[in-house]
Structures are given as C-alpha cells and as structure tokens.
C-alpha cells in the first residue's frame, strides 16, 4: 500500500464533466488499494456536499481556490512569450498552490505524486524522492491545432497554432519527467510519442500505458423513450471549445437539411456556459440553447438521436459511454469517438462530412429499427467493455512498477 498524493485541477466531484469521471473512478479505485491524500482546486460553484463525499473516500482532502482574472491571463500571455511555456499552464501557477504542496511534503513522505492531467504537471515535479505518475487525459497540443485549423479569426488562429507548438514541445519534455505516464486512448500515445521522436529523446517503452477512461454502468439506467421522440440533442461543458465549435458546425451546416425533411424535430444543446454565439441560436429554427440543466430525464427521453458533431478534441469522449448507458442512439464524427471501441452501423454512426452527418441523423429519425438496435447494443457494449470495476485492475500495474523500483 503507498501513500499517493493525487492532484487535480478541478475537484473531481460530481461527475458532470469528462475529466471529472476519469478523475474520481481512478481516484476510487486507488483509494480501495492506497492511502491517497487528494489536493484540489476549487471554484465558487463547487458544493459543501461534494467536498464531503470526497472526504469519505480520501485518507484526506485538501484544497486551493483557483484564481483566474484578465489580469492573470495577460500575465501568462507575457510568460509564454518570453519562456515558450504554453499560456495554460503559465496562467495556473498559483502561488497557495505551491505553498501547499512544499508543506505537504515536508510533513509527509509520498511514496507517489499523481497529477491528473497537463494542468497539473508542473505541481506533480515537486515532491522530492517521490516517484511520480502522469495522466493525461488528451494530447492537447493535437486538441489545440485542431481548434486552430477550424478558428476563422486570423489573428486567434495565429495565437492557438504558437499554443499549439509549446504544448508539442512541453508534452514531450514532461514524458522525461515522469516516472510513469499513462493515456486514455492508444491515438494520444502514439501522438505523444510522435513529438518525442522529434525532439530526439529515448524513453522506455514501459513507462507508458493506455487506460481507458471508464464509468460505472450500474449508475445510469436505460432511458424509456417516449412514443415520438423529437430532439436531436448535443450535451457537454459548452465552455469547452471544441464542443461549442462542434455545436455551431451542426447548426449552421447540417441542421437546415435534417428541419427542411422533418420541421417538427428541435435541435436542443445542452451544457453549461454556452458563448455568446451559441446563446444566439436559442429560439431561431427550432434551436434550444438551455445551459446547465440538473434533470435530464425528460430531456432524453424525448431524443430521437445524440450527435457528438466535434472537429476538435482529443483523449475520449465519455458523454458517448453515458449515451449508451443511457440507451440513446449515436451519431458521432471520428474525431469524436476517437479512442473508443465503436462499431459503425452496430452501436453508432460514424460520419465527417455535413451531408454525411445530416444523412445518419435521419436514417436514424426514419428507420425506427436501427434506431432500436443502437439502443440495445451500445448499453451492452458499455457494459462489456466500459465498466470500471473491471477495467481499472490496470492500475494496480502501474503502481506496482513504481512502488517496486
């Protein structure tokens, strides 16, 4: 048994978010087998009872309020130009953070810092003879050139291509940092890998491993459609580019078609802090733009079809693990069921092009019968493949490399 010391960005509780998924069930996980100490930070609208549930599977819990401000974000602007540190992670340096840490371990030898994700990596390098694990989620300097390809504004296309160069180089350099790292999806690891054998470095192959991200499939039970479902729905955090992006890409290429054949369908998008571009389409051609909305059930239950429309993106998209929990059909792009075990025309539909895209929502409007079979057998898939409580065992050979050397 060692004692861990487990970083996050963001407190990995409740489970409405992908990385907070990953975040608790390996947190869950190790907790069965290790004593973890969770350092986390924390924004205004985290919950009291969050914390709780997260004190009652951790040895302990500690956290830092994050700090973001224009002020901080031009700050980090003028670091990466003079250091070539990518802007995301010179705007999360946070001094209280650091101070934590440094305390932390000075009271108590860690035998393993784990840092969930690029945010945390440089907080993970401290901890003096602590052997150290690095999870990332994505390769977010793949994430970052595809939001560049796809960005019509000249000037912010320049911006996220140079972001886009650091974070190759800086992912890079952190596989020589950490004594293990692992990914979620096998794409990523070769990705990464690629950006190490351009810098010329020789790692061992051992030091990496893929561990996809899972769920617990007990905890969402199959939706029971209504009679005569009528939404084409979009869910996840509409603050994250790449979903709002993907969002406004089926609006204004795919949705027009699909309403034109079926007017009585809506287009509903559903996540929390929606920009101004999207917030505009509420209201207009049968687009609802609800934000955050805390019951889903009914929302579900009327959708004829789940799109994952993303042109950016990276590591895996858990909202398609829930979708087939929830037995809902899936419409999804590759880029957006990369890293997932699919079979097209089994348990999804797969297409990149708009009137590909527009063609599978409404074979799946239309043919009532394949929307059924999608149902069933994405919850089986999910089942088989995506639970956890069986997947996770890999963990136990990560950690063992470690507490071994």
């Known amino acids: 048994m060692a004692r861990v010391l487990y970083l996050t960005q963001v407190l990995p509780y409740p489970l409405n978010t992908g990385a907070r998924v990953r975040q608790y069930y390996v947190l869950r996980y190790l907790c069965q087998h290790h004593t973890v100490t ?30 973001r401000s224009r002020w901080r974000d031009l700050r980090a602007v003028a670091k990466s130009l003079l250091t070539r540190l990518p802007i995301i992670i010179a705007r999360d340096e946070i ?65 996220l291509r140079r972001e886009a160069q650091a974070l190759s180089r ?44 899972c769920i617990d499939p007990s905890e969402k039970q199959p939706i029971v459609p209504v009679a005569h479902p009528h939404r084409i729905l ?11 992006e993907g969002a406004l890409w089926f609006a204004r290429e795919m949705w027009p078609r699909i309403r034109m054949q079926h007017p009585e369908l809506t287009y509903t998008i559903v996540g929390k802090n929606p920009p101004e571009e999207l917030q505009q389409l509420h209201g207009q051609n049968n687009i609802e733009v609800l934000g955050y909305v805390p019951d889903l059930n ?20 858990v909202k398609i693990l829930d979708t087939w929990c929830w037995g809902l059909p899936v419409v999804s792009t ?14 999804i539909l797969l297409a990149d092009e708009a009137d590909a895209f527009a063609s599978a929502v409404l074979q799946l409007v239309e043919d009532t019968n394949l929307n059924r079979q999608l149902r069933e057998r994405g919850r089986r898939w999910v089942e088989e493949n995506y639970d956890w409580r069986r997947i996770y065992t890999a963990w136990d050979e990560v950690y063992s490399g470690l507490t071994q050397a």
């Open 38 to 67: 969770l350092v986390s930070f924390v924004r205004d609208d985290d919950r009291p009872e969050h914390i709780e549930h997260l004190k009652s599977i951790c040895a302990a819990v500690y956290l830092v309020p994050m700090l």
């Open 234 to 244: 979009s869910l996840g955090v509409m603050f994250w580019p790449p979903n709002a």
């Open 95 to 159: 001094e209280s953070m650091s101070a934590l840490l440094a305390r932390l371990a000075a009271e108590e030898p860690f035998d393993v810092i784990h840092a969930d994700q690029v945010s945390m990596s440089e907080y993970g390098l401290a901890g003096g003879r602590a052997r150290r694990v690095l999870d990332l989620h994505n390769a977010m300097y793949v994430v970052t050139e595809r939001l560049a390809a796809n960005e019509p504004n000249l000037l912010k296309r320049i911006v």
């Open 298 to 317: 009914q929302v579900l239950a009327e959708t004829a079809a789940f799109i994952v429309p993303l042109r950016a993106g990276g590591g895996m998209r």
């Open 334 to 347: 590759r880029i957006g069921a990369e890293g997932i075990q699919v079979r097209t025309g089994e348990n």
């Open 170 to 213: 800086y992912e890079a350099r952190l596989c020589a940092q950490y004594d293990r790292v692992t990914f979620v999806t096998a794409e990523d690891r070769e990705l990464i890998q690629s950006q190490i054998d351009r810098q010329r470095m020789q790692l061992p192959a051992d030091r990496f491993t893929t561990i996809p991200i």
